[in-house]
Structure formats: C-alpha cells, structure tokens
C-alpha cells in the first residue's frame, strides 16, 4: 500500500497542506489498516480508522499500535463527536456504495470534519468505463451515477462509476472540488483521486437538486 501513501501525499502537497500539518486524521474503511500503517513514520497528527468488518478492526487493533480503531455499521452514525478531524479519507470505499448510503456517509464525514476540513475519496471513473456494458457507459457519460449489483452494498461485488460532473454537481452543497486527479489513485491504478474541502452549510441532503 505504499502507492496509496505516496498518493494521497502527492494529492495534500497539490494544495499545500502536507499530512504532518494535520492534527487528526481518520480513514472511513480501514480495513486491517493497510493504509493506515503506512503513516507509522508521520509525527504530529493522531490516527484514528474504522470499518465494518470486526474481524478487520480487531487484527489492526492488535498488530497497529500507533491508531485509535473502532467499527461502524453499514450505515451511519460514526462514534466520533462533532467537528473531530482535520483530514478524512476512503480509499475504495464509495465505489462499492450506492447512491442511497453514499449521501448519507457524505453528510457524516461532513459532520466529524471540522471546518475547512479535507476530504480525500478514490472513485472509479473513466479509467474503468471498459468494465461497463454499453448502456452503462452511455448513462456515464451524460453524467449519471452508475451502480452494478447494489444488492451487495459494502463488498467488492458492488461497483460503482463516478463521472466527474457528478461529483462536482451533486456533492457540492457540502464539499467543493479543490484537486480532481485522473487516474491519481497509484495504489488501485484506474480510480480517480478527489481533494474535496469541507463546506460550511446547514443543508443536509446532498441529494437534493
């Protein structure tokens, strides 16, 4: 996972804001930590991950000992109070979400960032568009959320395609666009890299035009 680390890090240099200038820094889907133990040599910043597999939690609880974890459902709430962190980040994690537990983990890593905060996410995009069929692609391209076998919400079997429009059209009452990288996610080669910063507002529902 050192490409996802040299990734995320070349995306914070973009904007100016290195990963030591954090304070606290919290990864949505953990898993074992894969990522997260990679920061074992950052100074400065607090760790702290979750994910909704226990199995997951309790080997990085064990075997990585400079993050707090903890487990979440499928669905929100986090155990983290208000305005908890500076930096959030998910990698892989929304392309196997649809649309209706996607608006409501947006609302809450808006709730635990604080203000101005930074939102790091992996999405799937045109790098993937060989693995849609033909009418997935024509609903991509005019900018449509594409989602395949929601029944399987939270695992590898679901997978969801981003356009770029979508994420700046839909999810901007909350979150703006500072960096859109193509292909920028070195450690799952074809998802794009997104920078989003936190945005001030009491709308809640993202989904709404």
């Given at each position: 996972m050192e490409k996802w680390r040299n990734a995320f890090r070349s995306a914070l240099a973009?904007?100016?804001?290195?990963?030591?200038?954090?304070?606290?820094?919290?990864?949505?889907?953990?898993?074992?930590?894969?990522?997260?133990?990679?920061?074992?040599?950052?100074?400065?910043?607090?760790?702290?991950?979750?994910?909704?597999?226990?199995?997951?939690?309790?080997?990085?609880?064990a075997n990585?000992?400079?993050?707090?974890?903890?487990?979440?459902?499928?669905?929100?709430?986090?155990?983290?109070?208000?305005?908890?962190f500076d930096l959030c980040y998910a990698a892989s994690v929304f392309t196997h979400l649809p649309e209706n537990l996607q608006?409501?983990?947006?609302d809450e890593l808006h709730r635990v960032l604080k203000p101005g905060g930074i939102l790091m996410l992996t999405l799937s995009g045109n790098g993937d568009l060989v693995r849609l069929t033909a009418e997935e692609q024509k609903d991509f391209i005019k900018g449509?959320?594409?989602?395949?076998?929601?029944?399987?919400?939270?695992?590898?079997?679901?997978?969801?395609c981003h356009p770029e429009s979508y994420v700046r059209t839909k999810w901007a009452p909350i979150f703006n666009v500072l960096r859109f990288i193509p292909e920028?996610?070195?450690?799952?080669?074809k998802q794009d890299l997104y920078v989003l910063e936190r945005v001030e507002t009491q709308q809640k529902d993202v989904g709404t035009p």
């Open positions: 973009l904007i100016g804001r290195p990963i030591e200038t954090f304070d606290t820094i919290f990864e949505l889907g953990c898993g074992c930590g894969r990522v997260l133990r990679q920061w074992n040599d950052v100074e400065g910043p607090a760790f702290f991950g979750s994910d909704y597999n226990p199995a997951g939690i309790e080997w990085a609880k990585i000992g400079f993050v707090w974890f903890a487990t979440n459902d499928l669905t929100p709430p986090l155990h983290y109070a208000d305005r908890s608006r409501p983990w947006l449509e959320l594409v989602v395949i076998d929601e029944k399987f919400a939270g695992t590898n079997i679901c997978g969801v920028g996610a070195l450690g799952c080669p």
